[in-house]
């Protein structure tokens, strides 16, 4: 039966908790019986990503694990890892869509905003009604993000907010952004920033693309001009935004790591962070006539196993989220890498007026073999996970700084 979070009171009417296999049986019927009819005829990335998030949460599988006054189910974290089993290789591409809304700013409202922010929030991000993205790097401020200097003001009811973010991706058609932004110059750098939901759709914010090598524009840079935000619209405390900036990136590097190996092996999508199935590359190879290489094929294997290690890393509970984006930026190369040997030295510059039958999918081989590399970058670089991890998995000591009770006023800037 379809369950809807609009026949609960408040998003809230008290649910009996399933078998397991009764849940496992509701998703493979979403995924084998409602979601073929619900994409049929939806065209375009956008309408086709809202028509999945729309569904996902009718039926009661977008938010498995919320509290049902949020419109969850309350369920525990062995139902949410059938979801994942059932749902392997069968999520529409588009879905990447909102990555950043339903598996980075939601989470992190639902664990640390008050209520009134949850209950503006919430149901419309899961449910696709508005899109999401994330406001954190700037010009100065990359893998030092504390160094921030987009600086907002409380001015009544308001904060007043100016500054730049750049790599911001999906700005172009977001109406809503998490925003770090440094609301108390005085204090040293990680104690006086601030988390905002800022929205985007208005006067004082410019989005501009930015043209990466693969042709296409995912990133934006961001201008803000005494953009005005309520003042209640803070994600946790004031001065207190580092702990919900660190919260946002652990959802981020595991929607980045583990979780972006669940795509279908099927789609083919100039988009994203998501590693080249291994299935497609086995078809490339045989297209080739490369599948009896006895060094292809096992490369081939080796990735296999990657892809297998990435699945069984997400089931595990406790991993830390470093470790699965470390693991994906590793296998996203290595697949690419593959790719590129299998076609031709020169397949970065593929033409598709070129293509011969072996060769078919060009133009969509060529963009991850150049987009690859900015696996290593997003959700922080691969050095910065490496420090993490040796620090706060390892406990190794932390790397020496002379900054970090220095007021952020007193800083030397670029």
Not at 10 to 21: L, N, S
Not at 377 to 406: H, K, M, V, Y
Request: hydrophobic share 40%; glycine share 10%; net charge negative.
């Amino acid at each position: 039966m379809t369950w809807r979070a609009a026949d609960q009171q408040r998003y809230g009417r008290a649910m009996t908790t399933p078998t397991i296999e009764d849940f496992r049986g509701e998703v493979r019927s979403f995924f084998e019986e409602v979601l073929p009819s619900t994409l049929d005829g939806v065209h375009g990335t956008i309408p086709r990503a809202k028509a999945w998030r729309a569904a996902l949460f009718d039926h009661g599988l977008a938010a498995i694990d919320y509290p049902v006054e949020h419109g969850g189910r309350g369920l525990g974290p062995e139902y949410l890892q059938v979801y994942r089993d059932e749902s392997r290789g069968l999520v529409p591409r588009e879905d990447a869509t909102f990555g950043i809304g339903v598996g980075m700013a939601m989470p992190t409202i639902r664990d640390y905003a008050d209520d009134d922010l949850k209950e503006r929030f919430i149901v419309p991000g899961l449910r696709g009604e508005e899109l999401w993205c994330q406001m954190y790097s700037e010009p100065g401020s990359g893998s030092d993000l504390a160094s921030l200097s987009t600086r907002a003001v409380l001015d009544g009811d308001e904060w007043i907010v100016t500054g730049q973010k750049v790599w911001t991706s999906g700005a172009q058609h977001s109406q809503l952004a998490i925003l770090l932004a440094r609301t108390d110059p005085d204090a040293p750098k990680h104690r006086g920033i601030t988390m905002f939901v800022l929205p985007v759709e208005q006067d004082g914010v410019t989005v501009r693309p930015l043209v990466q090598m693969t042709g296409e524009a995912e990133f934006n840079e961001i201008f803000i001009d005494e953009a005005r935000i309520p003042k209640h619209w803070v994600v946790g405390e004031v001065n207190g935004g580092w702990t919900t900036a660190v919260a946002l990136l652990a959802h981020e590097r595991v929607n980045t790591g583990t979780a972006s190996m669940g795509g279908s092996a099927t789609q083919r999508s100039k988009a994203g962070r998501t590693p080249i199935p291994v299935a497609q590359l086995i078809e490339l190879a045989r297209a080739c006539g490369r599948d009896g290489d006895p060094l292809v094929r096992q490369e081939l294997a080796r990735l296999y196993s990657g892809e297998k290690v990435v699945s069984w890393l997400g089931a595990r509970q406790g991993m830390h989220p470093s470790i699965g984006k470390l693991w994906r930026t590793r296998q996203g190369r290595a697949a690419a890498d593959l790719a590129a040997r299998l076609a031709f030295p020169a397949s970065p510059a593929w033409h598709p007026d070129l293509s011969v039958e072996a060769n078919a999918d060009a133009d969509y081989f060529a963009y991850h073999i150049l987009n690859c590399r900015g696996m290593s970058l997003g959700g922080g670089t691969d050095e910065i996970q490496r420090n993490t991890l040796g620090e706060r998995a390892l406990g190794l000591p932390r790397e020496p700084g002379t900054d970090r009770d220095t007021p952020f006023r007193e800083l030397l800037k670029n």
